[in-house]
């Protein structure tokens, strides 16, 4: 694996074409001075120590001098081999409903968008654990397999919408079960699945799902995202809502006893998302009380510095750059190199 241990000096990289385009204009505008004073075919024959070559060989030893010691400021580095690590942490697998019914603005700014929001930060407290996102409407499919990429968990977070599947519905019972086949093997790690939902249009399996997770151990804690008394669901690029087929409103309420039946089977916890932060602080004082254990990670290790070899590199250029002369030797006129 490569990388670079201080990628911010390449930036500096970004002042290579303009010294091209400044050295480019400079010969320009010496050609054009030495034209002011006769025929540039006579005038070459006037010099004949001065040669044609040489110091645009010299300009871009230099050029790529300087790009190499930008790199090298960067300082390269590979990794030698791989090597599998162990961390003390949790496997965590996330089940995000993403029905039409989680655009409603009950909470701001929408049920979807703050249950994203609570998930990022979430994500955010994590430090050795595992992490793994399923996404779930009337069907479920797995957006992020458990992984300790953060930045790529947040990633695919941002990416979440209601587009992502045409089935509607919530179909709670399948997005557990999937959840079940999420976990790594490891044995003796606490395990929890994150349902967050409104529970509306609720399919039916969610409660025999999480009593048949909790009796292989793992923790069910239900987010419940909305207001009981409900609010209408707003219409993709429009500002109308949706309706049924009789052309009345419809009304979308969080379906709060479902939520604590499948928590309470789960043998875990009913939290109630609302415009305030409390939520997540509960989840977390929850999730923090799950067993740790040491969670295996492969990582890339024993990065090996490469500055050196760029440094031996810059230095036979700059020899050759020196060693070539702007003018012609009369020594070694007969020799046609560099003329």
């Known amino acids: 694996m490569f990388k670079f241990a201080n990628p911010v000096y390449l930036y500096a990289l970004i002042v290579l074409p303009f010294l091209v385009m400044f050295y480019f204009y400079s010969n320009y505008r010496r050609k054009k001075n030495i034209r002011k004073y006769g025929d540039p075919e006579l005038m070459s024959l006037l010099m004949p120590e001065v040669s044609k070559y040489r110091p645009d060989i010299k300009f871009w030893i230099i050029w790529l001098v300087l790009g190499l010691f930008i790199v090298m400021l960067a300082r390269p580095q590979f990794g030698s081999k791989m090597e599998t690590v162990k961390k003390s ?7 995000l409903d993403i029905s039409n019914s989680m655009l409603a603005q009950d909470v701001t700014p929408s049920r979807l968008d703050k249950s994203k929001k609570l998930i990022s930060k979430l994500v955010d407290g994590f430090s050795n654990d595992k992490v793994g996102l399923i996404v779930f409407a009337g069907e479920a499919f797995t957006q992020l397999p458990i992984t300790s990429d953060y930045i790529s968990a947040k990633m695919f977070l941002e990416s979440i919408s209601p587009s992502l599947i045409t089935s509607q519905g919530t179909d709670i019972g399948e997005a557990i079960r999937l959840a ?3 976990f ?3 044995e003796g790690v606490g395990r929890a699945i994150i349902v967050i939902t409104d529970g509306e249009n609720h399919e039916g399996g969610a409660v025999e799902a999480a009593k048949e997770a909790a009796s292989k151990g793992m923790q069910i804690y239900v987010l419940g995202v909305g207001s009981p008394d409900g609010a209408p669901i707003p219409m993709e690029a429009s500002n109308d809502f949706r309706k049924d087929k009789d052309g009345n409103v419809i009304v979308t309420r969080l379906n709060e006893e479902m939520c604590k039946g ?3 089977a789960g043998n875990g916890t009913y939290i109630r998302v609302d415009n305030s932060n409390s939520a997540q602080r509960v989840l977390q004082r929850e999730i923090d009380k799950l067993a740790k254990a040491d969670v ?3 990582v890339y290790t024993e990065f090996d510095e490469q500055f050196q070899a760029i440094t031996w590199i810059i230095f ?7 060693l070539i002369l702007e003018r012609k030797n009369p020594l070694f006129k ?3 190199l560099f003329h």
Do not use: H
């Open 316 to 322: 036979f250029l700059l020899l050759i750059e020196m």
């Open 89 to 95: 942490g949790i496997e965590t697998v996330i089940a």
């Open 184 to 186: 790594t093997p490891q």
């Open 180 to 182: 079940m086949k999420s």
């Open 262 to 264: 499948i928590a309470q």
């Open 296 to 298: 295996e990670s492969t």
């Open 334 to 336: 007969n020799i046609k």
